[in-house]
Nanobody
Framework: QVQLVESGGGLVQAGGSLRLSCAAS????????MGWYRQAPGKQRELVAR???????NYADSVKGRFTISRDHAKNTVYLQMNSLKPEDTAVYYC?????????????WGQGTQVTVSS
């Protein structure tokens, strides 16, 4: 069984910063790409940022220059540093990882963490 556990969400004023973490645990052989998605009320889930096992990254245009994704391979953990937060960044943020585990390769999702940015 593989689990992704997120932490770091919360309430912050516009212009502030938050750092999200997501740790993968379980019988994992390897992890390919890891990423963060978000879903605001009434909207579809969208990609925020993604990082491959080789360190290549891609970002949604709306967060470029403000958010930074990174990972610690030894800890099977991915981070999202969010700076200059805006009210429109308010959403539930979900961690995603492409995991090769005992049961085979498949994507896994975290339970989500709420980020609220007040104006």
């Amino acid at each position: 069984q593989v689990q992704l556990v997120e932490s770091g969400g919360g309430l912050v004023q516009a212009g502030g910063s938050l750092r999200l973490s997501c740790a993968a645990s379980g019988r994992i052989f390897s992890i390919n790409a890891m990423g963060w998605y978000r879903q605001a009320p009434g909207k579809q889930r969208e990609l925020v940022a993604r990082i491959t096992s080789g360190g290549s990254t891609n970002y949604a245009d709306s967060v470029k220059g403000r958010f930074t994704i990174s990972r610690d391979h030894a800890k099977n953990t991915v981070y999202l540093q969010m700076n200059s937060l805006k009210p429109e960044d308010t959403a539930v943020y979900y961690c995603n990882a492409d995991v090769l585990a005992v049961v085979g390769p498949r994507p896994y999702w975290g339970q989500g963490t709420q980020v609220t940015v007040s104006s």
